[in-house]
């Protein structure tokens, strides 16, 4: 069964940092790009970053780019997601999910969605 579990979220201040972790079950790492997407209340999901299969690829959205840093541990088959710099506009539910390619990291294109985690940024 394929299944995706992310955790690390929590409370933080504005510039702060926080990693989060998405430990995969099921399946290894190099059949599947996972990407990380974020929801916020009222607002459609958004695609934040991407790792390829191979894990030579990554992609992120323009409003992290610079701050938010995707890698992976092939040997704990878990990914992860360091978000340094955060700002309130960052908070969210933030899920993991698995596609055979990062493409444009739309979240109807993704599958195998963990329950989340929640992000909250504030003073």
């Known amino acids: 069964q394929l299944r995706l579990v992310e955790s690390g979220g929590g409370l933080v201040q504005p510039g702060g940092s926080l990693r989060l972790s998405c430990a995969a079950s099921?399946?290894?790492?190099?059949?599947?790009?996972i990407g990380w997407f974020r929801q916020a209340p009222g607002k459609e999901r958004e695609g934040v970053s991407c790792i390829s299969k191979s894990g030579g690829s990554t992609n992120y959205a323009d409003s992290v780019k610079g701050r938010f840093t995707i890698s992976r541990d092939i040997a704990k088959n878990t990914v992860y997601l360091q978000m340094d710099n955060l700002r309130p506009e960052d908070t969210a539910v933030y899920y993991c999910a698995g596609s055979p390619m990062c493409g444009s990291i739309y979240y109807l294109d993704f599958g195998s969605w963990g329950p989340g985690t929640q992000v909250t940024v504030s003073s």
């Open positions: 099921g399946f290894t790492l190099d059949v599947s790009a």
